[in-house]
């Protein structure tokens, strides 16, 4: 008599176990934390705005601008699509800077500590004001050259390189002669006016085209903008001085350049598929070298 009781046991302890055999367990979805004030990545990277792509055909003539002398080529063979006074001795303010970017490159050694002198602080009026005794990685002065244009920062690689600005000029022109620039006569390393110190538009593209093919050039003057930390601790925010980077997507460098007697000038690069251009626009006015270097790379890229 005691088998039935025994059934009936083992059927409650079935019927209770079945609701806990058959729920499913219960997801938690787990989100990451960061901490405060600090972003995610890509959000950290500012974006070109968006900009027009021709659609269709482009003209074959070359816009019209109002630049004192321009050179558009194509940044892997130098062939030429457009010239304009391209060979007239003119200023060419700190799109210098870019020759004297591409021998500091060059020569490597770029993670070797730099102590800044006395002697490399006496540049004005575009200074990065690092002060005589502090010690920086050449890299990072590269960067702060080719991103915010520092006067300064020109002086103390070239004298660093080279054991004076004077002996660096020397290295400026021949590095330019052997690349075939041969129309030009550079006296300092940052395009300050100086008696004698010129170049010529066709001169800066060839520059231009052998600076565009060095890889740790081309890593750093598409940069929007980057973080410099001075000797120090404090950090600042180095902003590129070149407009058309953030106004047109396809943009990727190169310098920005500005004295009395050079006027605006701009190198400017970009690329799309298949094809790579050079632009180079000498002495127009402020507003005028953002239009016209951008109405020039749209057209040298799609034409």
């Known amino acids: 008599m005691k088998r039935p009781r025994e059934w009936t046991a083992l059927f409650c302890a079935i019927c209770l176990a079945l609701p806990c055999v058959a729920a499913k367990p219960k997801k938690y979805d787990f989100k990451p934390v960061r901490p405060g004030g600090i972003p995610d990545a890509p959000a950290s990277v500012p974006r070109a705005e968006p900009a027009d792509i021709p659609v269709g055909p482009v003209s074959k003539i070359a816009p019209t601008t109002r630049a004192a002398a321009v050179m558009v080529i194509d940044a892997r063979t130098g062939e030429i699509f457009y010239e304009k006074n391209a060979d007239a001795a ?140 001075y000797a120090n601790g404090r950090t600042r925010v180095l902003t590129n001085t070149n407009k058309v980077l953030k106004k047109l997507p396809y943009c990727n460098g190169m310098k920005t350049g500005y004295t009395e007697a050079a006027g605006h000038c701009l190198i400017a690069s970009g690329a799309r598929p298949g094809r790579d251009i050079i632009v180079v626009v000498l002495g127009d006015s402020k507003t005028g070298v953002w239009q016209d270097a951008s109405a020039l790379l749209s057209w040298g890229l799609w034409m």
């Open 90 to 229: 003119r200023p060419a303010a700190s799109t210098q800077k870019l020759l004297t970017a591409m021998i500091v490159a060059e020569r490597g050694f770029l993670d070797r500590p730099v102590t800044v002198l006395p002697v490399d602080t006496m540049a004005e009026p575009v200074k990065l004001n690092i002060k005589a005794g502090d010690t920086y990685q050449r890299i990072d002065l590269l960067r702060a050259l080719l991103v915010k244009s520092s006067n300064d920062v020109a002086r103390c690689l070239a004298r660093d390189a080279a054991g004076s600005v004077e002996e660096f000029a020397d290295l400026m022109n021949e590095k330019a002669r052997s690349l075939g620039a041969t129309n030009s006569n550079f006296l300092n390393p940052n395009g300050l006016p100086m008696p004698g110190q010129y170049s010529t538009a066709r001169d800066l593209s060839i520059i231009a085209k052998a600076a565009y093919a060095n890889p740790t050039i081309r890593s750093i003057v598409c940069l929007p903008q980057l973080v410099f930390r």
